[in-house]
């Protein structure tokens, strides 16, 4: 299982878990009921393995899909957009500018979605990355 996520709006836990054995190693997205630890329901991002997930204001859920980013309605599950070629190892949302921002560790690359139209805006390349450690 991957990254835990907190929504206070509707007060559940999301968590990414990248391979269902039942559903032919695909993954999904596990909502849990903190009161009783019960999943409630499952979200469906695509025929991926989840893993890296965000939260924006808009109830957006931003989950990062093998070579893509899915930003899901976090209320009702539904795929509003997908975002091809974002090979993210982390997101990260910021409220600054509304945008998430996917890192990929090995490739010292910085991706910049817009959430809002489900595009990707920019790829920066920090090429002393491997110098420093990495991006991550």
């Known amino acids: ?3 835990p996520l907190w929504d206070p709006k509707i007060r559940r836990f999301f968590l990414t878990v990248p391979s269902v054995s039942v559903k032919d190693g695909k993954g999904e997205i596990a909502v849990i009921n903190p009161d009783d630890g019960i ?9 991926c393995s989840p893993s890296g997930e965000v939260l924006t204001p808009s109830q957006r859920l931003v989950v990062e899909c093998r070579g893509s980013v899915v930003i899901l309605n ?28 996917a890192a990929v560790d090995d490739s010292g690359k910085l991706q910049v979605v817009d ?3 489900g595009t990707l805006l920019q790829t920066l390349t920090d090429p002393g990355a491997f110098k420093r450690g990495g991006l991550c």
């Open 74 to 101: 976090a209320l009702n599950g539904e795929v509003i957009a997908t975002v091809p070629n974002v090979d993210a190892d982390e997101l990260w949302y910021n409220q600054g500018d509304g945008r998430v921002y």
């Open 1 to 3: 299982m991957e990254q």
């Open 39 to 47: 999943i409630e329901k499952t979200y469906s991002p695509g025929n």
């Open 115 to 117: 959430v809002e139209n």
